[in-house]
T-cell receptor, first 113, second 114 residues
Framework: AQSVTQPDIHITVSEGASLELRCNYSYGATPYLFWYVQSPGQGLQLLLKYFSGDTLVQGIKGFEAEFKRSQSSFNLRKPSVHWSDAAEYFCAVGGGSNYKLTFGKGTLLTVNP | EADIYQTPRYLVIGTGKKITLECSQTMGHDKMYWYQQDPGMELHLIHYSYGVNSTEKGDLSSESTVSRIRTEHFPLTLESARPSHTSQYLC?????????????FGEGSWLTVV
């Protein structure tokens, strides 16, 4: 069975600081990996996705993520956080003919001025 | 990006009432999903559809039902709402093909049952 672990429930960073959100997955084959962001009272917006190829994926809003098969990880990074990045971030895994995604429990990001 | 519309966005309703949450998408996606999310919690798949007249239960048991009579429309119905149904319901869709695993979400419907 596929699963996703986001070890950090809540992270606080200062505006302008760098950010890394952790994601570990379990999947029996080559995974499709996603990061979504959710602002309060809103739906989920896709930040970036990995299907194959280059293991460093660029997304919207200056985010990037790196797929590391050996560590079963897909960590999300941003070099300089903006106050508007404060939100909940969800990592998800799926793949192949399985069109259903499994989500992690999310990481809440707080940005201090 | 998919355009997915959910109505109502917010609903407060009394116990025992029947409700239908509407979801429509304009991208012609064949697959559609309903996720349930309690505040501050993870998403759980409650229903999905691979096409017209196809509906399946998701990973989390739900008393709601769904129908898929048209490709673009995937409504969710609760015949008799209870306070335990209070939650956010997120509709989503995806297309068959290499990018088919990319699921796009609507803005959600917040349901409060009093």
């Amino acid at each position: 069975a596929q699963s996703v672990t986001q070890p950090d429930i809540h992270i606080t960073v200062s505006e302008g600081a760098s950010l890394e959100l952790r994601c570990n997955y379990s999947y029996g084959a080559t995974p499709y990996l996603f990061w979504y962001v959710q602002s309060p009272g809103q739906g989920l917006q896709l930040l970036l996705k990995y299907f194959s190829g280059d293991t460093l994926v660029q997304g919207i809003k200056g985010f990037e993520a790196e797929f590391k098969r050996s560590q079963s990880s897909f960590n999300l990074r941003k070099p300089s956080v903006h106050w508007s990045d404060a939100a909940e971030y969800f990592c998800a895994v799926g793949g192949g003919s399985n069109y259903k995604l499994t989500f992690g429990k999310g990481t809440l990001l707080t940005v201090n001025p | 990006e998919a355009d997915i519309y959910q109505t109502p966005r917010y609903l407060v309703i009394g116990t025992g009432k029947k409700i239908t949450l509407e979801c429509s998408q304009t991208m012609g996606h064949d697959k559609m999903y309903w996720y349930q999310q309690d505040p501050g919690m993870e998403l759980h798949l409650i229903h999905y559809s691979y096409g017209v007249n196809s509906t399946e239960k998701g990973d989390l048991s739900s008393e709601s039902t769904v129908s898929r009579i048209r490709t673009e429309h995937f409504p969710l119905t609760l015949e008799s709402a209870r306070p335990s149904h209070t939650s956010q319901y997120l509709c989503a869709s995806s297309a068959t093909g290499r990018s088919g695993n990319t699921i796009y979400f609507g803005e959600g419907s917040w349901l409060t049952v009093v």
